[in-house]
């Protein structure tokens, strides 16, 4: 994440870090984690559903 200098005007001055590097991979991490365990959990889902409807009251 990069944030602009206070005292200049659009596109001038150079940019500033605002977070560090291993903090940005860190959450990246996480949301990539977290995106995979989400997949996981709605692939479950749809399976169990499937095979309910599948069997024979």
């Known amino acids: 994440m990069i944030?602009?200098?206070r005292g200049a005007v659009g596109f001038q001055a150079r940019p500033a870090p605002?977070?560090?590097n291993r903090l940005t991979h860190a959450v990246a991490a996480s949301l990539a984690v977290g995106?995979?365990?989400l997949c996981v959990v709605l692939t479950l889902a749809v399976?169990?559903?499937r095979s309910a409807s599948?069997?024979?009251f």
């Open 35 to 37: 995106c995979l365990s």
């Open 47 to 49: 399976l169990s559903i």
């Open 18 to 20: 605002v977070a560090s």
């Open 54 to 56: 599948a069997m024979p």
């Open 3 to 5: 944030r602009s200098l």
